[in-house]
């Protein structure tokens, strides 16, 4: 469920435009690879729950997630 935030979600270069969204677009994207990882990139403003909500989604898939934030 969207937080509305006014967060914007991308997969790659793709606006996906919200949680479910990526986690649709990950799940297509990464069927039938084993041991995927996933790389998360967000803004350092972003809320703590908002990537705890993405963490909890890759687990839930299975997926291995990195965290990275834009440089200062």
């Known amino acids: 469920q969207d937080t509305g935030h006014g967060y914007r979600y991308y997969v790659e270069t793709e606006n996906v435009g919200s949680r479910e969204g990526v986690e649709k677009a990950l799940k297509s994207r990464l069927a039938g690879q084993e041991n995927p990882t996933v790389s998360l990139h967000c803004d350092k403003s972003v809320a703590f ?3 705890v909500a993405m963490m909890r989604m890759a687990k839930a898939n299975n997926f ?7 440089p200062e």
């Open 64 to 70: 291995t997630l990195i965290a990275a934030t834009s």
């Open 49 to 51: 729950d908002e990537v």
